[in-house]
C-alpha cells in the first residue's frame, strides 16, 4: 500500500460481463439525468477488456440497453480510452449534434494473472458513463490532446487473442493471455506524457492550471496522481483521489474520479474540470470542460 496508495479493489461477480458492468453505469446515469435513453443518438464505449473479440462490446451493451438504430462503437486507447472516447463524441456532436453516450468500462480481473503481484495489487475493474449534449456558449469542452506512441506498445499489453498470437494451449501456458506491465517504464512515459498533453488543452484553450478547478488525473495509482500534481504545482485539494477505493480500473478510471469527486463536493455550474490519462499503446489524453 505505501508504494502505490491502493487499499482497495473491486471485481465484478462471475459470469459479468463488460458490457453489462456498462450497462449498469448507463441506467445508473439515466436515473440521476432529466435525459432519456431516447435521446441518445451515438454511445462510444472506451474498453481494452471486451466481451468478446467481435461484435463491439457498444452494440452488445446497447442491446442490453434497448436502444436501436443509433451508432455505437468501442474505442481502445487502454487507460486513456475515455478521453479518447469524449474527443471523438465531442466531434461527431460537432457536426451532427444530439446527445452521446460516452461510457468507460474495464474488467482487468479478466485478464490478470494473480501470480503477479506487481499488478494484481493495482488493478480493479469499474463502469462509469457521461452523456454530452448541447450547452450555451461557454460550457462544454473547449480543447482536447491526444498522442499515440507505438514504439512503446511493449510497455503494457496482453500478448495473446489476436491475430498476432492465438490464445491457444501454448500460449495459455505460458502465460502469454494475460495482462503484462512494465511498471517503471510506464511510470517514466506518464511523469512525461500527462504533463504535456495538460499543457496542450490549457494553451488550446488560453487558461492557466490556476483556471482548472478538478483535474481528474488518471488512477493508475495514488503515488503517481500525487507525483503528476507535484510536476504540475497544483495543490492536492484539487486534485480528487479514487485509487485508494478502487485501484486502477482502466477507461473507467476518469468518470469514476470525477462521480467519486461529485459526491464529496457536488458539481457547481461553471466549474473547470481537465481530465488527464495515459494508457498503454502508448497513449495519452487530456480534455478540459467547463461543467454545465
Known amino acids: 500500500m505505501e508504494r502505490t496508495g491502493i487499499l482497495n479493489r473491486r471485481y465484478a461477480g462471475p459470469g459479468v460481463t463488460t458490457s453489462e458492468l456498462a450497462a449498469h453505469a448507463v ?21 481494452s477488456t471486451p466481451d468478446q473479440p467481435q461484435p463491439s462490446t457498444a452494440v ?27 474527443s471523438i463524441a465531442d466531434a461527431m456532436l460537432a457536426r451532427d ?11 482487468y480481473s479478466s485478464v490478470m494473472d494473480r501470480s503477479d503481484r506487481r499488478t494484481v495489487s493495482l488493478f480493479g475493474d469499474g463502469a462509469a458513463a457521461m452523456l454530452l449534449g448541447e450547452v450555451p456558449d461557454g460550457y462544454g469542452i473547449h480543447a482536447t490532446s491526444l498522442l499515440a506512441d507505438g514504439d512503446s506498445s511493449e510497455l503494457v499489453e496482453v500478448t495473446a ?35 504535456k498533453v495538460i499543457g496542450d488543452v490549457l494553451g488550446s484553450a488560453g487558461v492557466s492550471a490556476d483556471d482548472v478547478d478538478r483535474f481528474i488525473v488518471h ?3 495514488a503515488r503517481l496522481v500525487e507525483s503528476v500534481a507535484d510536476l504540475l504545482g497544483v495543490e492536492m485539494a484539487r486534485v480528487p483521489l479514487s485509487a485508494p ?36 499503446g502508448m497513449t495519452a489524453g487530456a480534455a478540459l470542460l467547463t461543467w454545465y
Not at 27 to 47: C, N, P, Y
Not at 60 to 86: E, K
Not at 99 to 107: C, K, R
Open 97 to 107: 449534434g444530439g446527445t452521446a453516450l460516452v461510457v468507460g468500462a474495464d474488467m
Open 219 to 221: 488512477q493508475g495509482n
Open 245 to 280: 477505493l478502487y485501484g486502477n480500473t482502466g477507461a473507467a478510471a476518469l468518470p469514476l474520479t470525477l462521480h467519486h469527486s461529485h459526491r464529496e463536493r457536488p458539481l457547481e455550474r461553471g466549474e473547470r474540470i481537465l481530465f488527464a490519462a495515459v494508457g498503454g
Open 60 to 86: 452488445r451493451m446497447q442491446n442490453l440497453l434497448g436502444l436501436r438504430s443509433t451508432p455505437a462503437f468501442d474505442v481502445n486507447a487502454v487507460c486513456s480510452g475515455f478521453v479518447y472516447a469524449l
Open 27 to 47: 441506467r445508473d446515469l439515466l436515473s440521476r439525468s432529466t435525459r432519456t435513453l431516447e435521446e441518445v443518438g451515438l454511445t462510444v464505449l472506451a474498453t
Open 161 to 195: 487473442g489476436g491475430t498476432r498470437e492465438a490464445a491457444d494451449e501454448a500460449a495459455r501456458e505460458a502465460g502469454r493471455h494475460y495482462f503484462r506491465m512494465q511498471g517503471r517504464a510506464v511510470r517514466d512515459y506518464a511523469l512525461h506524457s500527462i504533463p
